[in-house]
């Protein structure tokens, strides 16, 4: 297939569902080789290195190219990019709601599901390399949860890796989830000052719409309710640039008059639906706090932090948006989500193992480059410094041009990285 300047080409692979037991079970992996259009014409994308995408997430599909623009345009110049569909998503075998209660009961969909971490995931990508590849070694590019990935890859498989580059990815891997939460709610709470400063109108809109969500009720377009505790949710938002005007604009139109009164419109419940339903990524929610076990149970760490913070109480005032936070509620809210109720209660309580080896990042001798956000409000500034300290050689780029959507927004970001790990910057 072509498009846009761009061609490509499909791959599978059968994996084992644990890695551990490769007799047993098997899964399906998808991956998506892009190419440069011209490159597969004049038959030269064969001598370009390999370059493998880990999607952000957990439970995020990889990418899908439109053309040859943003950073796989810039990344196809140099590389054969492989897009790979994570474990659970995408093309690959899925892990929802419908295909997991052919499993049994939540505790079989639990033990099934505590195969879908990142070591898995860098297990299934040494899989790919192997079959593709042989011996050789390929980069990776790593976004967000992709990072995360990357520095699990570096900690277990690193011999299969040329060179790292991480955007918004440098992982918290000596802290626990309490120590990220704690962290992150600070910067939400300072994406909710600069909102306000940039949409001075929005603090009293949020309390109107509040103030109504207390004495009235009010459901999503899937029937499910808008409660204070979701609207704050909505300040996910609040961490890429590709989204916060959205908010307000949102917001612009939350009220209608309606029989009987006021009421929230059509069109912003509809919108509030599109970005709070898990319908189309609930791995998302399941696994979420599973990147930060290491371990320990996490305990739902994000609800428990939470409890410790007042202003962010759903009747404090101002009202404060929370982020990117999974909270045990959404699983009885949520249509999407209440199959997976007992589920996630399984997977919050499990002693999960270590996601990084510390010594092996002290001693890497892979190139790595990392750029780091200074206002990313997902993944820590001071958290990912810390990171950046324990990895050896790690050459980090902070910026404050950039929220955590850097890598989507403009090719400027993976430009940087491969002329810093060529030693160009």
């Known amino acids: 297939m072509r498009l846009g300047g761009l061609s490509f080409r499909d791959h599978w692979f059968d994996a084992p569902l644990d890695h551990?037991?490769?007799?047993?079970?098997?899964?399906?992996?998808?991956?998506?080789e892009v190419v440069a259009t011209d490159r597969a014409s004049n038959g030269s994308a064969g001598d370009l290195p390999w370059l493998l995408f880990l999607q952000g997430g957990p439970g995020g599909k990889a990418t899908r190219p439109e053309g040859a623009s943003g950073w796989v345009g810039r990344a196809v110049r140099d590389f054969r990019v492989l897009l790979l569909d994570q474990r659970g998503t995408g093309r690959s075998t899925p892990a929802t709601a419908t295909t997991l209660a052919r499993r049994g009961d939540a505790r079989a969909q639990a033990d099934y599901l505590v195969h879908f971490r990142a070591e898995a995931i860098v297990a299934d990508a040494e899989l790919v390399r192997r079959s593709l590849l042989g011996e050789?070694?390929?980069?990776?590019?790593?976004?967000s949860y992709g990072g995360f990935c990357s520095l699990t890859y570096l900690s277990f498989a690193p011999t299969g890796l040329e060179s790292v580059m991480l955007t918004g990815g440098l992982a918290p891997v000596a802290v626990g989830a309490d120590d990220v939460y704690r962290a992150t709610y600070a910067t939400v709470e300072a994406k909710n000052?600069?909102?306000?400063?940039?949409?001075?109108?929005?603090?009293?809109?949020?309390?109107e719409v509040?103030?109504?969500?207390r004495e009235h009720e009010e459901r999503l377009p899937d029937g499910s309710p808008l409660t204070v505790p979701r609207l704050q949710a909505l300040g996910q938002a609040l961490g890429a640039r590709s989204s916060v005007a959205g908010l307000a604009y949102l917001l612009e139109e939350a009220f209608v008059d309606g029989?009987?009164?006021?009421?929230?419109?059509?069109?912003?419940?509809?919108?509030?639906?599109?970005?709070?339903?898990?319908?189309?990524?609930?791995?998302?929610?399941?696994?979420?706090?599973?990147?930060?076990?290491?371990?320990?149970?996490?305990?739902?760490?994000?609800?428990?932090?939470?409890?410790?913070?007042?202003?962010?109480?759903?009747?404090?005032?101002?009202?404060?948006?929370?982020?990117?936070?999974?909270?045990?509620w959404m699983f009885d809210?949520?249509?999407?989500?209440?199959?997976?109720?007992?589920?996630?209660?399984?997977?919050?309580?499990?002693?999960?193992?270590?996601?990084?080896?510390?010594?092996?990042?002290?001693?890497?001798?892979?190139p790595v480059a990392a750029a780091l956000y200074t206002g990313d409000m997902?993944?820590?500034?001071?958290?990912?410094?810390?990171?950046?300290?324990?990895?050896?050689?790690l050459r980090a780029w902070e910026t404050n041009?950039?929220?955590?959507?850097?890598?989507?927004?403009?090719?400027?970001?993976?430009?940087?990285?491969?002329?810093?790990?060529?030693?160009?910057?």
């Open 20 to 32: 551990a037991a490769p007799d047993g079970e098997t899964i399906r992996l998808y991956a998506r």
């Open 136 to 143: 050789g070694r390929w980069h990776v590019l790593g976004q």
């Open 193 to 207: 000052a600069a909102f306000h400063a940039a949409f001075p109108w929005a603090r009293e809109r949020l309390a």
């Open 210 to 213: 509040a103030a109504h969500l």
């Open 259 to 328: 029989v009987g009164g006021r009421r929230l419109s059509d069109t912003f419940l509809a919108g509030a639906w599109q970005r709070l339903s898990f319908a189309s990524g609930p791995l998302y929610a399941v696994l979420h706090e599973a990147c930060y076990g290491q371990r320990a149970p996490t305990r739902w760490s994000a609800q428990r932090v939470l409890e410790s913070l007042p202003r962010f109480a759903p009747d404090a005032s101002p009202l404060l948006l929370t982020g990117e936070m999974i909270y045990p």
């Open 333 to 366: 809210v949520d249509p999407s989500l209440r199959p997976l109720r007992d589920v996630a209660e399984l997977l919050a309580q499990c002693e999960w193992g270590p996601l990084y080896d510390l010594d092996q990042l002290a001693a890497n001798d892979v």
């Open 378 to 393: 997902y993944v820590d500034a001071g958290l990912s410094r810390q990171t950046a300290a324990l990895v050896r050689g």
């Open 401 to 425: 041009e950039h929220e955590h959507d850097g890598l989507r927004q403009t090719d400027a970001v993976v430009d940087r990285l491969i002329r810093m790990n060529r030693g160009e910057e």
